[in-house]
């Protein structure tokens, strides 16, 4: 019994994995990575790097400021100061209790990115096939762009 459990859970699993993948002979949309870059350390930035897939579809100026721009929010998230340190404090002498009833800066700039990157979507992306995946939805690790297919 326990082995046929098994087997369904990897028919599944593989049947999941199908559909991410896409019906059988279509591809599905291509995608560009524009990666972390640890030149300055581990603090969340990304390379201010211009994919050449995305050459003709989007103005590379407006690209990268879009970037600079993510990077600039995830620098503000990342700013040590009197009120992170309160923030920090508070947290402490609560049991950490206070971020039931509060959220603390660094998600209020993830919650910024994300809007911001919605914006964009609407107003400069999508308009040219394209889709820029909020960087949270990849771990921070990455800014992922979808190309849709054009056909």
């Known amino acids: 019994r326990s082995q046929s459990v098994v087997s369904n859970m990897a ?5 999941s994995i199908g559909a991410a993948i896409g019906v059988a002979g279509r591809r599905g ?8 870059d640890y030149s300055r350390g581990t ?15 989007v103005d590379e100026q407006a690209f990268l400021d879009v ?15 009197c009120a992170s340190c309160l923030e920090g404090t508070l947290a402490w002498l609560t049991l950490f209790t206070i971020h ?14 994300a809007d911001y990157v919605r914006q964009k979507n609407v107003t400069l992306f999508n308009p040219r096939g394209l ?21």
């Open 11 to 15: 028919a599944a699993t593989s049947d």
């Open 100 to 113: 039931m009833c509060t959220r603390t800066n660094y998600e209020k700039c993830l919650d910024t990115i």
């Open 67 to 81: 970037i600079c721009r993510i990077n600039a929010i995830c620098d503000e998230a990342e700013h040590i100061g």
């Open 29 to 36: 949309p291509k995608r560009v990575f524009v990666e972390r």
């Open 43 to 57: 603090a969340v930035r990304f390379e201010m790097k211009f994919p050449r897939e995305l050459e003709g579809r």
């Open 131 to 151: 889709t820029m995946v909020d960087p949270m939805e990849r771990g921070l690790r990455v800014i992922e762009v979808v190309i849709e297919d054009s056909s």
